[in-house]
């Protein structure tokens, strides 16, 4: 069964957020959402989230992905945390899934990954002009490689879904979409 790690910031996006955290637990994967500090995370639109616990506590397990939520300022709370930079950039290295959704390309941006891998995000929250080789696209859900993007709120559900899927196959992932009764 995969391990998956969600760091989740003030200011993240809620419904990004949730959806992940949500579909990939209906899925059978094991996640552990993670403050960046041991306090109730207020989200982007007031929703106050409680993580599992808190990042220092959680880089203590390895993970299969992590998947970085979007939202502002939660991105930007990401992209500055040397902890989830560092980590964000091992398991890139170790060729192990990245992901990001809306906003928190920019995180997966500062780390390197997305150097010559083609990507989506939130229209404008990522320099493309800044990163060495990207191929920039404006698709739902975006996988290269071990690299995996999404635009943002509107596409959560089929961000999660397609993590599903590299983590757990596609049988798993029509399972889990079928009980959701998507049009």
């Known amino acids: ?19 992940v955290i949500d579909l990939l637990r209906r899925a059978g994967i094991t996640v552990v ?12 639109r007031g ?5 599992d616990m808190s990042l220092d506590e959680a880089l203590a397990q390895d993970y299969d992905m992590v998947v970085l939520p979007g939202g ?5 709370h990401l992209m500055n945390d040397a902890r989830v930079i560092e980590r964000v950039t091992r398991m890139a290295n170790k060729g192990q899934y990245t992901a990001a959704i809306c906003a928190a390309p920019r995180v997966l941006a500062r780390a390197g990954v997305l ?13 493309v002009s800044s990163i060495p080789g990207i191929r920039y696209s404006e698709q739902a859900v975006v996988r ?3 690299v995996i993007t999404s635009r943002g709120p509107g596409t959560a559900m089929d961000f999660a879904l397609e993590l ?5 196959g596609k ?5 889990v979409e079928d009980a959701l009764q998507r049009p």
Do not use: H
Request: proline residues 9%.
């Open 1 to 19: 069964m995969a391990n998956v790690l969600v760091p989740l910031a003030q200011g993240c996006e809620e419904l990004e957020a949730v959806t």
């Open 171 to 175: 049988p798993v992932r029509d399972k």
């Open 47 to 51: 929703t106050v989230l409680l993580p």
């Open 72 to 76: 502002l300022p939660g991105a930007d």
């Open 144 to 146: 290269d490689g071990m």
């Open 33 to 44: 959402s993670a403050g960046l500090d041991d306090q109730p995370v207020q989200a982007s």
């Open 164 to 168: 599903i899927e590299v983590l757990e």
């Open 115 to 127: 150097d010559g891998k083609q990507a989506t995000s939130f229209p404008g929250a990522i320099d």
